[in-house]
Each structure stands twice: as structure tokens, then as C-alpha cells.
């Protein structure tokens, strides 16, 4: 599954090699959302591996950028016990303002997130909003 969200790059790390067959770099996202009026942030670490490691290269923290990135997971056992860990590996980074629509003429300086599912072909949800407060369960 290959999604998309708009923010800023809070934080990038240093290209981790964590063996000689695979190599990896972590980056912070900054995303701030607003819900009812109020601001709310969050920052994601996403990922980059082996030859996209570069790619992050070009931008600055502090920039907005938009990031193409698929959910990947594992499960391993230790011990006994079953673990599971989730990454949100990066394959493209883009500016977030060379990335915008035509007409649209103002940068989104305060890097609100905007999650859409990358693939073209898939009609159902190409907008995702993680935060139950949208939701407007009243009956009445």
C-alpha cells in the first residue's frame, strides 16, 4: 500500500549501515493538524533504505516536503514471545511546494498533513485523517 503526507522535516539522521547488505536513514516528520480550531502535532519517523538514502540529501530540516512511503511490518519471536514492529519506509521525497497543484500560489508554512493514497488506480480512501475527533458520531 503506498500512501503520501505533507509536513515538515523536523529532524534527519546520519545513514545508519547495518550490515553490508543493507543500510538504512531515519527522518522525522513534523505534522500538525487542526481539529475544531485547535492545533495538534505530531512527528513520524519514517525511513529511507539502501540507494534511496541519498535522497534525503537535498532538503533541509525545516523544509516541507512530501513523502511517498509504504507501511511495511515484521513479526519475530523471542523468548517465547511474538513481537511485531512497523516501519513507514520512504521511496520519494518531493517538495512539499513544487508538489502543489496549479493555482495554488501560497506554501503550507504551518506543514499540515495532507495523507493520500499514492496509488492512482485505487479509488476508495485517498484521504486519510488518523484522528477520530473528525468524526461526528452525534445522532442528533
Known amino acids: 500500500m503506498s500512501l503520501e503526507v505533507t509536513g515538515k522535516l523536523h529532524v534527519k539522521y546520519d545513514t545508519q549501515v547495518v550490515s553490508d547488505r543493507f543500510k538504512k536513514r531515519e527522518f522525522v516528520m513534523e505534522l500538525a493538524e487542526e481539529i475544531n480550531g485547535n492545533v495538534y502535532t505530531n512527528y513520524a519517523k519514517m525511513q529511507l533504505v539502501q540507494n534511496k538514502c541519498e535522497i534525503l540529501d537535498r532538503f533541509n ?68 485523517n488518523p484522528s477520530p475527533e473528525n468524526v461526528d458520531d452525534l445522532p442528533f
Open 61 to 128: 530540516e525545516g523544509d516541507n516536503i512530501k513523502v511517498s512511503f509504504n507501511i511495511k511490518g515484521n513479526k519475530w519471536e523471542r523468548d517465547g514471545k511474538v513481537n511485531y514492529i512497523t516501519n513507514l519506509d520512504a521511496w520519494r521525497i518531493e517538495n512539499a511546494s513544487s508538489a502543489m497543484p496549479a493555482g495554488n500560489s501560497q506554501p503550507n508554512t504551518q506543514a499540515m498533513p495532507s495523507y493520500t493514497n499514492a496509488a492512482p488506480q485505487q479509488n476508495a480512501g485517498n484521504y486519510y
